[in-house]
């Protein structure tokens, strides 16, 4: 078996006993009902897979600082001016997405690499459409070495200013909580993240 169908049966043992929604991952469709009763539902409808879009955004072209705040998946309230002066590497994921599940160990060593080289560097993962102990289940079993915001009905899309509406997407923040990348979609490998990071971490402050 290989080692992403056996993370794969780690993971739904672990949300079976957490009451997991499903593992299927639907493209976006135009049934009727809200964004915020469809994740309710647990049904995914209306959410799509990013196509592995990478976009870098040079420092003049970057545009307000993303205003984000919510409570992590332990109910500790974070805010981004924790973040303040640090590279912020945000991924939007969740337990019922075969995609972000299969990016999961990319993440983890591009995270260990990341904040072990650099300590102003974090990540932060933002974890969707499922309830926070599903959620805190998920990361537990896909090992994640970082807090993720719960935003079990996808309310967070506005402070991340419309750029994370695929599942999964990853945003690189600058310094000043701008965004200066976004990988829309699976992320191809760790070398892919570590150096959209590193490019924006050698910036000048």
């Not at 205003?67 to 019922?96: E, K, Y």
């Not at 926070?132 to 079990?152: I, N, R, V």
Request: with cysteine; aromatic share 4%; hydrophobic share 40%.
């Amino acid at each position: 078996m290989s080692g992403g169908l056996s993370r794969r049966g780690l993971l739904r043992g672990a949300l079976g006993a957490a009451g997991a929604v499903g593992l299927a991952l639907t493209a976006a469709c135009s049934d009727a009902g809200s964004v915020s009763e469809q994740a309710k539902r647990g049904d995914d409808k209306g959410f799509i897979a990013g196509d592995g879009t990478i976009e870098q955004l040079g420092a003049d072209q970057r545009g307000a600082p993303v205003q984000l705040s919510g409570n992590l998946l332990d109910g500790t309230p974070w805010q981004i001016s924790q973040a303040a002066g640090r590279v912020l590497v945000l991924n939007v994921w969740g337990s019922w997405c075969e995609p972000c599940v299969a990016e999961a160990p990319v993440l983890v060593a591009a995270a260990k690499q990341l904040t072990t080289a650099h300590d102003d560097v974090e990540f932060l993962g933002i974890n969707v459409g499922e309830s926070p102990q599903t959620g805190a289940a998920g990361a537990k079993a896909l090992g994640l070495p970082y807090p993720s915001l719960s935003d079990q009905y996808r309310g967070l899309g506005p402070a991340l200013q419309n750029k994370a509406t695929a599942t999964p997407t990853t945003l690189v923040l600058d310094r000043e909580a701008r965004i200066a990348a976004r990988i829309s979609g699976e992320i191809p490998s760790a070398t892919t993240l570590t150096t959209i990071v590193e490019s924006v971490v050698a910036e000048a402050t």
